[in-house]
């Protein structure tokens, strides 16, 4: 089974929202074995919204729709459903008790506009909406099916998982498996290097290589009408990439990395503290993003100043005048400090120029220093992390979170 992903707003267009709908949307549908094939987004036209459909209907078993179904006048997507379809408005009672009864307990007066929303074209299932008012669709003509939902991200997902995927599910006659394996601290380029002959290494399935600005993820889809046989393929794929790239592997799908180290250091009964510089704190959010980190985060300071960096973490004043607030040393001896003063298992810090000024020709834009200390002793080791100051900070915070991965997992 094939399917179009269709998305329409003038607001997605002009580059005011994100398109994470479309994104949400492919994942499900792939999950239960429907290939999608294009994602298109239009503009608030009828005429536009019309013309995508009926290619769409012409070349795809399923569309799936979101966005223009509100209660103001730039939502035409019912209307344009209608045309498509020579469907009629009609008032659906279901609809309307559950509007009047959503504007009722959000004490809001209930309007034209409003009620409004219980007009479905004719012919149309009603997929319930219980987070907002504007009910998503399902129609059907010649075996080709449209799913129409609207645009506010948590009521079509809602949607989509609780009444689109079940109908759908089944419905494709081969098996969709993707994998995606997350890793950091290599590039793009050395990556497909390492994987050598894609042709051996997947076997008919495909690879696409992801990059970001904190790792590349490798996402492998596998299809086959029996899905224990894709699933088998998967895994054996996953033993070849594995095999060449174990070390820089920390995740699967939706893995973040601070998830992956905090079950790390929780399974050891071990304590992290970090003291930031040049991240401000960046590294400590993304620890304390985790529900449950308490368990395993003991404190995070953020030292910008070298008096703060003497007063709080007791480098050694004769360091900084030495070898510079960014430098070896003062990483070491940061990573020390708060090691110290928390009484954590482990220490880290981070210490860099982040830009874009203050560098100089021995310490240019984006030199991060990233020390490390635990009870066996301490070390720190230096990254160039490019001339944009916030993707210094980015990758530096991925950096110290990755240098305590591999130290516990004893990788060099």
Known sequence: MTAQILTIGDELLNGQIINTNASFIAEQLIAIGIAVKRILTVGDYESEIETALNESMREFDLTVITGGLGPTHDDVTRTAICNVFSAKLLKDESVLR??????????????????????????ATVLPNERGTAPGLLLEKNGKYVVVMPGVPYEMEAIMVNHVVPR?????????????????????????????NLDELLEGARLAFLPSPTGVRMRVTVTDPDKAVAERKLQAIESRIRSKAEEYIYGIDSDELEEVLGKMLTDRGMKLAVAESCTGGLIANRITNVSGSSAYFERGVVCYSNESKIGILHVNPATIEKSGAVSKETAIEMAEGIRKISNADIGVSTTGIAGPTGGSADKPVGLVWIGYADAH?????????????????????????ELVRRKLLKID
């Open 168 to 196: 759908f599910s089944g419905k494709s006659e081969i098996a969709i498996i993707q994998k995606t394996f997350r890793t950091t601290g290599i590039s793009e380029s050395t990556l497909a290097r390492n994987m050598g």
């Open 377 to 401: 002793g301490s070390m720190a080791v230096n990254f160039h992390f490019g001339d944009d100051r916030l993707r210094v900070k980015e990758r530096a915070a991925q950096a110290a979170l």
């Open 98 to 123: 559950h509007v009047t009864t959503l504007m009722k307990n959000r004490n809001i007066t209930m309007s034209p506009e409003a009620e409004g929303q219980a007009l479905v074209p004719e012919g």
